[in-house]
């Protein structure tokens, strides 16, 4: 059974950093793409990160330069850098063998940037 678990997300003041985990259980990490989508009230979700099976990165332009996604053996990691208070959303970690990935997701996790 896939499970993925959101972990990291808050409030934090404009100009701030998080680091959101995605601990993954029942897929192997580098075998499968990797994404962080987040989906703000009102709004689509969107893929703001995603990582391929040969460890390739893409980023939303909202998120070039300010964002970096990585990985390790379990985890999928998305450090934010420089937040802005329109980057406030839920988050969600998605998993799936190609990009976008879109076969699994995790439950998600709040962000709330303040201005």
């Known amino acids: 059974q896939v499970q993925l678990v959101e972990s990291g997300g808050g409030l934090v003041q404009a100009g701030g950093s998080l680091r959101l985990s995605c601990a993954a259980s029942?897929?192997?990490?580098?075998?499968?793409?990797m994404g962080w989508y987040r989906q703000a009230p009102g709004k689509q979700r969107e893929l703001v990160a995603g990582i391929t099976r040969g460890g390739s990165t893409n980023y939303a332009d909202s998120a070039k330069g300010r964002f970096t996604i990585s990985r390790d053996k379990n985890t999928v990691y998305l450090q934010m850098n420089s937040l802005k208070p329109e980057d406030t959303a839920v988050y969600y970690c998605?998993?799936?063998?190609?990009?976008?990935?879109?076969?699994?997701w995790g439950q998600g996790t709040q962000v709330t940037v303040s201005s």
């Open positions: 029942g897929i192997t990490l580098f075998v499968n793409a």
């Open positions: 998605a998993s799936g063998p190609v990009m976008p990935p879109n076969q699994y």
